[in-house]
């Protein structure tokens, strides 16, 4: 093997200026030795020391820590000649060594406060410490130690010039302050142990003394090094005459004292070491002897064997060999003897440092494991030394590795061989330090350490891997060097990594160096073992070529490749595209083999032939997934740089780069089941088991009752297939389903039948890697749930070894725990910030999930958390359902809104309305504003509904939105099925029902009330009969000559109804005059002009109760002003008394003042609204009632009648023909819309007021009040009409519009008048009316009054809300009159005319 180099990676690390002035002001002394070495263990820590001064610096950065300068009685300073790190009590500190003039000191240093904290005087002169014990009194940490040194509070063995060996107390219990090393306490010596320790120390500490006993007595030899080895409980001496001694710490008695093969040479360090399961109880130690203190050339090298009677393991799990059978020196090297070539004569040799890293292997944590003597996998010692030879200046440094199980493996020689170098000895490694020394000369090492937790081998090419594997030289760890300036970190790297090191520089130009190359893997190690006895001549170029690429593969030197495969990519040379066809197809046959022995290695995983899984397999298992993963990479770089490849040529390497990533995938999660001992799989049931086993009966069983639950549960309504895991697997498509149903028992169904069939989802190509993921890892949370030992390691360990992220880990947890009934802690997961945001079905199988088990709250409260998105309309029904569960009307109202198109509009509302049928909601929704699309469906969907509640709650729903006509009619059709039902319930009902409805249709002309009911009654459509005659013979014919008649054309009808209005008016009027005449103390009441305000008079709502609370007009009001709203047609100008009469505006017309000789003058529209102070003068109480009072209201109602037609010029009566000279044809045309009256309002109203005197009409809406305006300081008297018969309202019927006119001189003013007229004896007279009279506002006299029509017949977007049924207007036309309502009643009033 060939000569391994040491690379520096940082540098010198200088130390503080601080540090390098404090070591340099004691530079000039005989004693100032700068000296320092790391200390031991895991701290990184290093100490430097030069007379009094002491430094602390950090081993990583060389940052200064802590400092201190010792200080010594007579103005003498005290050298600091050993340290030794030490930690109690969670601290850290240093126990150091004091030389004084007269003695020495033993002092406790503290680098927490940077003091010293405890101080004891020593006899003699000290040359060595070690820490026996840092527990404070006994305890068990303790119990392998004598019962005297139990009692004592801290142990150090402190050794001296003169051979006297001491073990002293530290007093750790009395560290309440500080204590200098001038103020140190006086020690008391034991020669022998006494019998009352615990009062003896008692004493002691009172007086402040420590006590201390004796190991040895001084015997004349310097103690050149203590260690104290904790596995066998012995203290080890060195003496400066080469001897060493063992002394046993439980027994306080020396068990061995012997001599050095290398004579009277200092033991300069010793160091521990044990071998892997050494069935004699077998360890060793290390003893060095060096001669360096005094100058000396000779460092040599001595194992001895310490062989045991008995091993075993102690309560704190530390290993004690026990019984001490014998030792002896069994391997000896002396590196003075030419092991390693040196360029010349050695001239002095020193050693650095030596230390043992040991490795144990991890334990599954079983009690018999837990139980069991463990040794150390890897046990190796380090050694560091410095060669001064002549002619050189700078001295050569090196490292070497001792590995005592290849020394085992070596048959345990005693030494080198003949001329055998140390770096071809199979259990030595050696490294040359020379780049560390070229970066630190000219200053000298101090002391070398390797860190442990960086030492380790290479990546094996086989298994089992070739014996050059396990050499030294195949190790790998990091340094750090110190030095008197700094520290220095380095790297040494083994022969394999240097052998790679030289692939990936060689690259493509490995062709031309391809046998070389070869021999340097095989070398190396790096080469299958079945080519370990092969000769390399007797392979072609070929296949040393694909061994050297399989060590490329194997060890993750992908950088080889890659850069082979872009350089041949890149070259346009025929060569180049015959080495990547040999380089792909290489890859490809590689793969193959990888799955093959993969298969081969996961048979008795699955099929029950073996229960536990051993080492081999594991490592089996690692070497394939890292061959299928570099091989993937591999892939990839050739799908990169790929450039001249067909369609079908990148298509196959895109399959086979997919493939190899699956199996890659596949063999990392069945090694994971194997670490986790979920693999193998048993298949005999009855074998219990301690570990975690997947129980596929006790799942099946679990799940399969639950399905059953909610099939019951759903009851048609809802989707039994609603658990979350059962979405999950839905959402891998057929191919997951197949597979499960492969195995034995299978279902297609979570779960799973096996494990095996769970981790066959890996390998299938059209599933998410996640999804896998996810199933998985909801398998493990019931595997875990079931097994007695639960615990969530398993989880967070997959979570961790395949980089899932920890949001999804928890949105897998809320799924689990849904499925499993814990909706509190499952909605709390799903809720939480860090948790993964579920997908859009995935909300929705909460959803219905929890809706199906009755969880509506939870519903409830997850919609309003997570707001899930909406996107078609089944999940918009959904989100309905789940609000109106909770009773949440409004909620669903206004989700319908946002949510609904014209195209699933109707969808929607049927789902909504049978909702809320379903839950009882109907009351509520009827209580929302309906548009009219939404009121026609809310209409249909009740009609349709053969339930009986279903057409009261439409009854009910027209009434509150007016519509009294079809309320009648659906009554009267409910009346007609109630004759063939005898429940006595539903009868109930009706007479409930019919009494509200028999109010309402009192108020409602008798036309109306009997069209309904007769539109209810079922039409008897007699059934067509077919008679076959015979053909027809003619008869003869005689033609008579028809009698002439009177042809009456519409034209001479309407000039008659014209003239009799006319003889109508003249006569009313003259006999209104004789009234007033005749009438005594008739004053009449002056009329003022003025309008109300919209706010007091608001538009009538048809359907609506006129009767309004607060600051509204009461019924009563509009009562009394309904004669002068109705017969107030135009207005009338008296010359002779000079009086002017003004028809004023109301919220539905407006009329025109005409004043006294002025022409016809449009009116501005200007509406000046009546203050509230302005009061008439006349009290309300003038107006009589009785029959007095009704004479004279019938007077002024001829009057009123009388004024209904405005005069004409020179005072002649203004008829229609006046009003539209423009043509008689658009007269006549008005006129056929017109019902003219038969009787006189005079004979109507004389003929209803004998009944009931003192009741008032109280149904009215506000239309338009006549005033009369009379001379200054005149009351104004109201007209009013009080006193009349309640059930007058239910005779006066009301058509729909039939007339509508126009004036030449109001053509700027719209008017809508409403006539009311009184019904007479006959039935045939019944219905007479007026109609309405509209015209468009600010519109010209030449409007089209169809137009203006449609305009009071268009709808809001919206209905009025509704309101309480309290009253109905008997004025109010029925609910949407449509145009062939009108054309009814209009015709039924031609047919009475």
């Not at 008695?253 to 109880?281: C, M, S």
Request: include cysteine; glycine fraction near 6%.
């Amino acid at each position: 093997m060939q000569d391994l180099q040491a690379e520096v990676t940082s540098g010198l690390l200088q130390f503080p200026d601080v540090t390098l002035q404090a070591l340099g002001e004691d530079g000039k002394g005989p004693d100032s030795v700068l000296c320092g070495k790391f200390c031991g263990g895991r701290n990184t820590l290093a100490w430097l020391a030069r007379g009094p001064q002491l430094e602390v610096v950090n081993s990583v950065t060389g940052e200064h820590l802590s400092e201190y300068r010792f200080s010594g009685g007579d103005q003498v300073l005290p050298t600091v000649r050993a340290v030794k790190e030490f930690s109690w009590q969670k601290r850290t500190g240093l126990l150091v060594g004091l030389e004084e003039a007269e003695g020495s000191v033993l002092c406790l240093y503290d680098l927490g406060v940077s003091r010293v904290v405890k101080a004891v005087v020593l006899p003699g002169r000290v040359t060595a410490i070690e820490a026996i014990s840092c527990y404070t009194g006994p305890c068990v940490s303790t119990q392998h130690l004598h019962q005297s040194l139990r009692w004592l509070f801290g142990v150090a063995a402190v050794a001296t010039d003169d051979g006297h060996v001491l073990l002293v107390d530290l007093c750790l219990d009395g560290l309440s302050g500080s204590q200098s090393e001038v103020e140190a306490s006086d020690l008391e010596v034991f020669f022998s142990i006494p019998a009352e320790v615990p009062e003896r120390r008692a004493t002691g500490t009172r007086e402040g003394r420590h006590l201390s006993f004796q190991l040895q007595a001084p015997s004349g030899p310097a103690v050149s090094t203590l260690c104290y080895i904790r596995r066998t409980n012995q203290l080890v001496v060195g003496f400066s005459d080469g001897y060493l001694s063992l002394w046993n710490m439980k027994t306080l008695k020396r068990e061995h004292h012997a001599q050095l093969v290398g004579g009277r040479i200092p033991v300069y360090a010793v160091t521990f070491q044990e071998p892997e399961n050494d069935p004699r109880n077998c360890c060793y130690l290390w003893a060095v002897q060096s001669a360096q203190e005094s100058g000396g050339d000779i460092v040599s090298f001595h194992l001895l064997q310490l062989a045991f009677g008995d091993r075993k393991r102690l309560a704190s799990g530390q290993v004690l060999y026990e019984g001490l059978e014998s030792c002896n020196e069994c391997y000896s090297l002396d590196l003075t003897g030419g092991i390693v070539p040196l360029r010349g004569q050695i001239r002095n040799t020193k050693l650095l440092s030596c230390q043992t890293i040991e490795k144990f292997c991890h334990h599954d944590g079983s009690e018999e494991s837990v139980n069991e003597v463990i040794s150390p996998e890897t046990s190796v010692s380090v050694f560091s030394w410095q060669v001064n030879t002549y002619g050189q200046g700078t001295p050569s440094t090196f490292l070497c590795v001792f590995d005592i199980n290849r020394w085992y493996h070596a048959q345990m020689p005693d030494s080198l061989r003949a001329e055998e170098f140390l770096h071809d000895c199979p259990y030595f490694a050696l490294w040359s330090l020379d780049a560390v020394t070229s970066v630190t000369s000219p200053t000298l090492i101090l002391d070398v350490v390797v860190q442990e937790r960086s030492l380790s081998r290479g990546v094996p090419p086989s298994h089992p891997p070739p014996e050059e594997f396990f050499h030294p030289g195949t190790y790998s760890f990091d340094g750090t060097c110190l030095l008197s300036s700094g520290v220095v970190h380095m790297t040494c790297t083994g022969f394999q990594k240097e052998t790679l090191k030289l692939l990936k520089k060689s690259g493509p130009s490995i062709i031309k160096a391809i046998p070389e190359t070869y021999n340097r893997c095989l070398v190396a190690g790096l080469l299958s073992p079945r080519l370990s006895d092969v000769p390399p001549s007797s392979l072609s170029q070929e296949e040393q070529f694909e061994a050297i690429l399989s060590a490329a593969v194997r060890t993750g030197c992908l950088a080889f490749l890659t850069g082979c495969i872009k350089h041949w990519a890149s070259e346009e040379q025929p060569s180049s595209a015959a080495n990547l066809r040999f380089v792909l197809a290489w890859t490809w046959n590689k793969v193959i083999c990888t799955k093959d022995e993969l298969d081969q290695t996961c048979a008795p995983l699955f099929d029950g032939s073996c229960n536990f899984v051993d080492p081999q397999t594991l490592r089996s298992l690692q070497q394939c997934q890292l061959l299928l993963t570099n091989l993937g990479r591999v892939l990839d770089c050739f799908l990169t740089e790929a450039r001249e490849l067909t369609e079908q040529g990148f298509a196959n390497l895109r399959k086979k780069q997919v493939v190899t990533s699956l199996v890659s995938l596949y063999v990392q999660v069945v090694t994971w089941f194997c670490r986790s001992s979920l693999l193998p799989e048993g298949l005999d049931d009855d074998m219990p088991l301690a570990r975690p086993f997947y129980n596929y009966p006790l799942l099946q069983s679990y799940y399969t009752g639950h399905r059953q639950q909610l099939g019951r549960l759903s009851r048609g309504k809802w989707d039994s297939h609603c658990l979350m895991i059962d979405g999950m697997v839905s959402q891998l498509g057929e191919q997951a389903e197949k597979l499960w149903r492969r195995d034995e028992g299978g279902t297609g169904k979570y779960p799973p039948a096996s494990l095996h069939a769970l981790l066959d989802l890996y390998l299938l190509d059209s599933i998410e890697e996640s999804d896998k993921h996810a199933i998985t890892i909801y398998l493990l949370l019931d595997i875990m749930h079931s097994s007695p030992n639960r615990t969530d390691a398993s989880i967070d360990s997959f979570r961790t070894a395949f980089a899932i992220p920890w949001g999804l880990v928890k949105l897998i947890q809320g799924f689990w725990l849904l499925d499993h009934k814990d909706y509190e802690n499952s909605l709390a997961l799903l809720f939480h910030s860090a948790t993964m945001r579920p997908v859009s079905w995935q909300h929705w199988r909460v959803l219905e999930c929890l809706m199906c088990q009755g969880e509506h709250r939870q519903a409830l409260r997850y919609i309003q958390m997570m707001k899930p998105p909406m996107s078609s309309s089944s999940e918009v029904r959904f989100s309905l359902r789940v609000l109106l569960s909770n009773r949440c009307v409004v909620e669903a109202w206004d989700l319908l809104h946002r949510h609904s198109t014209e195209l699933n509009m109707e969808e929607l509302l049927k789902h909504l309305y049978e909702i809320c049928q379903e839950v009882g909601l109907m009351e509520d929704l009827l209580k929302l504003p309906f548009t009219v699309t939404e009121q026609e469906h809310l209409e249909k969907f009740l009609q349709t509904d053969a339930d009986v509640q279903s057409h009261e709650l439409l009854l009910a729903h027209r009434l509150q939105r007016a519509s009294y006509n079809p309320a009648l009619q659906l009554n009267q059709s409910l009346q007609v099925r109630l004759m063939n039902d005898r429940d006595p319930r539903l009868r109930e009902r009706a007479v409930a029902r019919n009494s509200p409805l028999d109010r309402c249709g009192k108020i409602l002309p008798r036309v109306q009330r009997k069209l309904a009911g007769e539109r209810a009654k079922p039409c008897h459509v007699p059934s067509p009969v077919i008679r076959e005659v015979s053909r027809p013979t003619p008869l003869l014919t005689v033609t008579n000559k028809a009698n002439a008649a009177n042809v009456h054309t519409r034209a001479t009808f309407i000039s008659k109804v014209l003239s009799k209005i006319e003889e109508v008016c003249i006569g009313k009027k003259q006999k209104a005059h004789v009234s007033q005449r005749d009438s005594p103390g008739a004053t009449e009441p002056a009329v003022r002009a003025h309008r109300l305000p919209d706010a007091e008079l608001p538009d009538a709502v048809v359907g609506t109760p006129v009767a309004k609370l607060g600051g509204r007009w009461h019924t009563r009001e509009g009562t009394q002003n309904l004669l002068a709203d109705t017969e107030s047609l135009s207005t009338r100008e008296d010359t002779q008394s000079g009086e002017k009469v003004e028809l004023l505006d109301t919220p539905r017309r407006r009329a025109r003042r005409i004043p006294h000789a002025r022409p016809h003058k449009r009116d501005t529209g200007e509406q000046t609204p009546a203050q509230p102070n302005e009061e008439p003068t006349t009290p309300r109480a003038a107006v009589r009632t009785g029959r007095r009072g009704r004479k004279r209201r019938s007077i002024l109602e001829e009057s009123a009648g009388e004024e209904a037609f405005s005069q004409g010029p020179g005072g002649s009566p203004l008829l229609l023909e006046d009003i539209n000279p423009a043509g008689r044809e658009e007269t006549s045309r008005t006129l056929r819309e017109r019902t003219p009256r038969t009787r006189s309002r005079e004979a109507a109203v004389h003929q209803k007021l004998s009944a009931e005197e003192n009741e008032s009409f109280l149904f009215s809406p506000p239309l338009t009040k006549q005033t009369k305006k009379f001379e200054a300081g005149k009351a104004d008297h109201p007209v009013q009409l009080t006193d009349l018969d309640p059930d007058l309202s239910s005779q006066i019927v009301f058509s729909l519009p039939l007339l509508r006119s126009r004036r030449k001189n109001l053509s700027s003013i719209s008017q809508t008048l409403k006539e009311p007229e009184l019904p007479a004896k006959e039935e045939e007279e019944d219905t007479k009316s007026v109609g309405k009279q509209k015209l468009e506002r600010g519109r010209t006299a030449k409007s089209n009054p169809k137009k203006a029509s449609k305009t009071t017949r268009k709808e809001g977007p919206r209905s009025p809300p509704p309101v309480e049924i309290k009253f109905i207007s008997p004025f109010a036309s029925p609910v949407d009159g449509t145009k062939s309502k009108q054309k009814e009643t209009a015709g039924a009033a031609e047919r009475t005319l």
